[in-house]
């Protein structure tokens, strides 16, 4: 099913999908990595986003809808070209779904400038949590320090001494860091930065048993990191060094991928899959009967924004062309979001609790991850004061 539904998107690249037809309808550019390293969070996110419209009645505000499925091939250029055709000729009123800030940072200046909403779906740079805050720009995911932030609190608490840090070297990567040393006040025995794809890890894995830190954080996003955990206990450094990652790299798509080795990570997500509620429990059952797979953060983080657009659109009664009533509408985010309570800062990036999970196996040998507590409760970035909105 899901290599089926990846098929039907890549198809879809240079055409419309049209969910219904009327005289307003609303125009969604759906820009997201669908093939290469980073086609399983783009998938993820989009497979969200659409059953988050299908939840809605396949419109999002009681209005007809069109969406525009493309693969950026996680190239700047490449979706510097579709943003261009998805602003000047498609005309739409939304543009969302990038997964990389290396592909999102380069496009947005013309997006915004534009006149055109740009929802993310994942990255959140700080540069834009603060003095590049923009009226047409709102994260529907999180600031790109809040889930290092909550694993820096999460280390401290274990008053771990020796701490490695390893991130790919783009911008995620890099505010990663700073976001774990926010809370993590311990000076960090290694800082590796790796080329983005990079998925051989023999050099930094010498590098780390020299060291020998207590704990690892690491920022690898992808196939980065299922390579890094797998060469990272076949090297026998598991039982030695507590690996501490991001939600995004101990997820069920990196369980699948690497097994037994990850059980025992704890990780940081705004989500988790056994959170309370009865939207949460219907989103995680109808997503794995859907797709064949269950869902991932990532996953929850394109269903949210489509929720946040339904109900967005729905305030201005449908008036989807009038971009102030849109703006209005989508920052006081009256919806019900997966994460539980969810807020738009003044910088119109999110407001929300970050939680601990943990990977385990259960009696059934299942592996999955199970919720913990919380990490950093209403959790507000650093940068909302530096954003003149």
């Known amino acids: ?53 299908k939840h809605s009645g396949d419109r999002l505000g009681g209005v007809p809808l069109e ?20 602003i000047k000729l498609n005309k739409v009123d939304i543009v ?16 915004l400038a534009s006149d055109t909403v740009y929802i993310s779906t994942n990255p959140g740079p700080a540069d834009y949590a603060g003095a590049k805050c923009n009226k047409n720009l709102f994260v529907a995911a999180l600031q790109n320090e ?21 991130a790919a070297n783009y911008p995620g990567g890099r505010e990663a860091i700073v976001g774990f040393k926010r ?14 794809g990079q998925l051989d890890y023999a050099s930094e894995i010498v590098t780390l048993r020299e060291s020998k830190p207590e704990a690892i954080f690491f920022m690898l996003p992808g ?32 369980i699948r991928a690497v097994g037994d080795p990850v059980v025992g990570v704890f990780n940081a997500s705004q989500w988790a899959a056994d959170l309370p509620g009865a939207l949460n429990q219907k989103f995680v059952e109808d997503f794995t009967k859907t797709y064949g797979r269950p869902p991932t953060m990532n996953a929850s983080q394109g269903y949210d924004t489509a929720l946040l657009i339904d109900n967005a659109v729905r305030k201005t009664g449908g008036k989807v062309r009038d971009r102030e009533a849109l703006r209005q509408a989508l920052r006081k985010a009256e919806f019900q979001s997966l994460r539980g309570p969810f807020r738009f800062n003044t910088n119109q990036f999110p407001i929300h609790t970050l939680y ?18 919380e990490l950093l409760p209403n959790h507000a970035d650093p940068y909302a004061a530096e954003c003149k909105l």
Request: aromatic share 6%; charged share 20%; net charge positive.
């Open 183 to 196: 809370q993590f006040k311990e000076v960090a025995v290694e800082e590796i930065y790796t080329k983005l």
């Open 146 to 166: 809040d889930i290092p932030q909550a694993m820096g609190r999460y280390a401290a608490s274990k008053s771990y001494k020796r701490v490695a840090l390893m």
């Open 223 to 254: 196939a980065m990191g299922i390579n890094f955990i797998k060469q990272f206990e076949a090297a026998g450094l598991t039982k030695q060094i507590a690996l501490l990652a991001p939600g995004y790299s101990a997820d069920e798509d990196t």
């Open 1 to 53: 099913m899901n290599r089926l539904l990846t098929r039907v998107a890549l198809v879809a690249a240079t055409m419309c999908i049209p969910i219904a037809s009327a005289s307003e309808t609303l125009k969604i550019g759906f820009l997201t990595t669908l093939s290469g390293q980073g086609a399983a969070i783009g998938q993820d996110i989009r497979d969200g986003f659409a059953l988050g419209v």
């Open 356 to 373: 601990l999970r943990v990977v385990q196996k259960d009696a059934s040998g299942k592996i999955g991850n199970k919720l913990v507590g």
């Open 67 to 86: 969406v525009q499925y493309v693969d950026d091939q996680l190239s700047p250029e490449s979706a510097r070209q579709t943003a261009d055709r998805f």
């Open 96 to 111: 969302t779904g990038v997964v990389y800030g290396s592909v999102l940072i380069p496009i947005l200046p013309a997006i």
